[in-house]
């Protein structure tokens, strides 16, 4: 018998409509968007051979079925489309975005879904100041295509026609906390988790024996940072630690940082964007140090895309690349109380 709460009643998404609709708008501004700028959307295949690197997220598997009776091949559903899209770098395109369906298992909240949309896109010879304009650029115009002048989430406010902050991971933490975190890391690829500690206890934040330099950041970042970022406009959030980007390249100007930022709204962590790493070699190193660090963690590891790495060292261009929550951005342009609330149906759960 039905309750009226499921997903597919009518009165449920009567209630989700509007922000349907608004999706719609904000979806098709997006395509206009770069059309307008001449880049060309391209589609990726979502099972890939290695789905994403990143330590702490966790990829759904799959068994590839041969249909000759070769032995089956394990596959991954995708967390980023990102390997797939460098690979058409290497191959020649120059300008290109992507509105992706990805999957994180075990992600599942307000601002979390286990299969979200994703919008990637890629310049080659791009510099990472372009895509912290482009990110500007795109918010404000879908933003403006929903009617809205004000992005929304409970009871903040943020507008993005105003003048965005652009803030330092070094001065955010000197600003919020009082914490020179570079002097924490003075080899910036083994920095000192002492010193960290010893920070994070002064100020309140509690360390575990067990922590590591990366996990007291962290602690420290969403705990006494993130709650301040992107209130009244949004804060792009820049130059983070060198062992912190794994993708990035190092800063020219400061290699004791990675030219990566992250965009705020809210309090919400909109995008992750990097001047990407080209060198295969480096690059190959930062993926096996990752996954041992997520053996160390969970137990497991994940295969490298070994074409990935051949086609970085066949000479991908320079390039500057972002990855956009799409659903969060349409969370918050609507004014929406959660992800679920913009999805034409979610993930069903059991129960």
């Given at each position: 018998?039905?309750?009226?709460?499921?997903?597919?009643?009518?009165?449920?998404?009567?209630?989700?409509?509007?922000?349907?609709?608004?999706?719609?708008?904000?979806?098709?501004?997006?395509?206009?968007?770069?059309?307008?700028?001449?880049?060309?959307?391209?589609?990726?295949?979502?099972?890939?051979?290695?789905?994403?690197?990143?330590?702490?997220?966790?990829?759904?598997?799959?068994?590839?079925?041969?249909?000759?009776?070769?032995?089956?091949?394990?596959?991954?559903?995708?967390?980023?489309?990102?390997?797939?899209?460098?690979?058409?770098?290497?191959?020649?395109?120059?300008?290109?975005?992507?509105?992706?369906?990805?999957?994180?298992?075990?992600?599942?909240?307000?601002?979390?879904?286990?299969?979200?949309?994703?919008?990637?896109?890629?310049?080659?010879?791009?510099?990472?100041?372009?895509?912290?304009?482009?990110?500007?650029?795109?918010?404000?115009?879908?933003?403006?295509?929903?009617?809205?002048?004000?992005?929304?989430?409970?009871?903040?406010?943020?507008?993005?026609?105003?003048?965005?902050?652009?803030?330092?991971?070094?001065?955010?933490?000197?600003?919020?906390?009082?914490?020179?975190?570079?002097?924490?890391?003075?080899?910036?690829?083994?920095?000192?988790?002492?010193?960290?500690?010893?920070?994070?206890?002064?100020?309140?934040?509690?360390?575990?024996?067990?922590?590591?330099?990366?996990?007291?950041?962290?602690?420290?970042?969403?705990?006494?940072?993130?709650?301040?970022?992107?209130?009244?406009?949004?804060?792009?959030?820049?130059?983070?630690?060198?062992s912190m980007a794994a993708l990035a390249r190092p800063n020219p100007a400061d290699n004791r940082v990675a030219d990566r930022f992250e965009a705020y709204a809210c309090g919400v962590e909109l995008c992750n964007a990097f001047g990407e790493l080209t060198d295969a070699g480096e690059q190959e190193r930062r993926?096996?140090?990752?996954?041992?660090?997520?053996?160390?963690?969970?137990?497991?590891?994940?295969?490298?895309?070994?074409?990935?790495?051949?086609?970085?060292?066949?000479?991908m261009p320079e390039a500057a690349g972002n990855a956009l929550g799409l659903d969060r951005l349409v969370m918050l342009i609507c004014g929406a109380d959660s992800l679920e609330q913009v999805l034409w149906l979610p993930v069903q759960k059991t129960g």
């Amino acid at each position: 018998m039905s309750t009226g709460k499921e997903s597919w009643h009518p009165q449920a998404l009567a209630e989700r409509a509007p922000f349907l609709r608004q999706r719609g708008l904000i979806l098709r501004e997006v395509r206009a968007f770069f059309d307008r700028v001449d880049f060309t959307e391209v589609e990726t295949p979502c099972l890939q051979i290695s789905p994403g690197l990143e330590p702490h997220l966790k990829a759904f598997a799959t068994a590839l079925q041969d249909p000759w009776g070769e032995p089956d091949q394990t596959l991954y559903l995708h967390t980023s489309p990102e390997f797939a899209m460098k690979k058409l770098l290497v191959a020649g395109m120059e300008r290109i975005f992507q509105i992706a369906h990805v999957f994180r298992n075990g992600e599942r909240s307000d601002t979390h879904s286990p299969e979200f949309s994703m919008l990637e896109w890629y310049r080659a010879g791009g510099a990472i100041n372009q895509m912290m304009d482009d990110t500007e650029e795109l918010v404000r115009a879908c933003t403006r295509a929903a009617g809205k002048q004000t992005l929304r989430r409970a009871n903040h406010l943020c507008d993005p026609f105003a003048p965005w902050e652009r803030l330092s991971i070094a001065q955010a933490f000197d600003r919020h906390c009082g914490i020179d975190v570079l002097a924490t890391a003075p080899d910036p690829w083994a920095p000192d988790t002492a010193r960290l500690a010893a920070e994070a206890t002064r100020i309140g934040v509690s360390v575990s024996p067990t922590d590591r330099w990366d996990d007291i950041f962290f602690k420290i970042l969403l705990d006494r940072i993130e709650p301040h970022l992107g209130m009244a406009t949004p804060t792009i959030l820049h130059s983070y630690p060198l062992s912190m980007a794994a993708l990035a390249r190092p800063n020219p100007a400061d290699n004791r940082v990675a030219d990566r930022f992250e965009a705020y709204a809210c309090g919400v962590e909109l995008c992750n964007a990097f001047g990407e790493l080209t060198d295969a070699g480096e690059q190959e190193r930062r993926f096996i140090a990752d996954m041992d660090m997520k053996e160390a963690l969970y137990g497991e590891r994940y295969p490298l895309d070994r074409d990935f790495l051949a086609a970085l060292a066949h000479g991908m261009p320079e390039a500057a690349g972002n990855a956009l929550g799409l659903d969060r951005l349409v969370m918050l342009i609507c004014g929406a109380d959660s992800l679920e609330q913009v999805l034409w149906l979610p993930v069903q759960k059991t129960g």
